[in-house]
T-cell receptor
Framework: GEDVEQSLFLSVREGDSSVINCTYTDSSSTYLYWYKQEPGAGLQLLTYIFSNMDMKQDQRLTVLLNKKDKHLSLRIADTQTGDSAIYFCAETSPRWGNYGQNFVFGPGTRLSVLP | GAGVSQSPSNKVTEKGKDVELRCDPISGHTALYWYRQSLGQGLEFLIYFQGNSAPDKSGLPSDRFSAERTGGSVSTLTIQRTQQEDSAVYLC??????????????FGPGTRLTVL
């Protein structure tokens, strides 16, 4: 079945850039998402990219998509302590035509920002 | 409401008891999803509703799990005869489902279920 993989841990220094990587297997993926989960909280949508794009920038966040390699990355510029959280990559595609689709999530990358 | 709400936020129960978890989606969102997040794991898809019907129940782990949605709004996830391995955070999401490609899901805060 479809699979999404991420490295589990990343540590960076405050002020540095963070790059969180994700690979997926489903070549029919249409949308790819990044979610953030802070301790004790639900998932917060950070950004998403449509599969015909290769880059999307939103303030400190830059998403890069290499569709050929099925590789997605999230770059956080000027990382702050408030960015410490778990970041989930997810992909979706219309697997059942117009009826139903489910997201396939990666295991999450725990980002620790060191002062 | 402004976002997806879930209740209770925390539930502790004894093994063998039944529990009901509730999800209130964003008003007007036709699609509703349930996920489970076990400790240290990623998200596991459970069930998807479009309106009141559930075209995809493939993720329900056993027949002890069931879910319903009435009036195209509130959904209840019921776990019967709970087991310790059911302990997890149960997340609900809703979206304004459009045909064809992707839609954006908005997540609730989750219900943390602990089975003793």
């Amino acid at each position: 079945g479809e699979d999404v993989e991420q490295s589990l841990f990343l540590s960076v220094r405050e002020g540095d850039s963070s790059v969180i990587n994700c690979t997926y297997t489903d070549s029919s993926s249409t949308y790819l998402y990044w979610y953030k989960q802070e301790p004790g909280a639900g998932l917060q949508l950070l950004t998403y990219i449509f599969s015909n794009m290769d880059m999307k920038q939103d303030q400190r966040l830059t998403v890069l998509l290499n569709k050929k390699d099925k590789h997605l990355s999230l770059r956080i510029a000027d990382t702050q302590t408030g960015d410490s959280a778990i970041y989930f990559c997810a992909e979706t595609s219309p697997r059942w035509g117009n009826y139903g689709q489910n997201f396939v999530f990666g295991p999450g990358t725990r980002l620790s920002v060191l002062p | 409401g402004a976002g997806v709400s879930q209740s209770p936020s925390n539930k502790v129960t004894e093994k063998g008891k039944d529990v009901e978890l509730r999800c209130d989606p964003i008003s007007g969102h036709t699609a509703l999803y349930w996920y489970r997040q076990s400790l240290g794991q990623g998200l596991e898809f459970l069930i998807y509703f479009q309106g009141n019907s559930a075209p995809d129940k493939s993720g329900l782990p056993s027949d002890r799990f069931s879910a319903e949605r009435t009036g195209g709004s509130v959904s209840t996830l019921t776990i019967q005869r709970t087991q310790q391995e059911d302990s997890a955070v149960y997340l609900c999401a809703s979206s304004h489902r459009t045909s064809g490609g992707g839609d954006t899901q908005y997540f609730g805060p989750g219900t943390r279920l602990t089975v003793l």
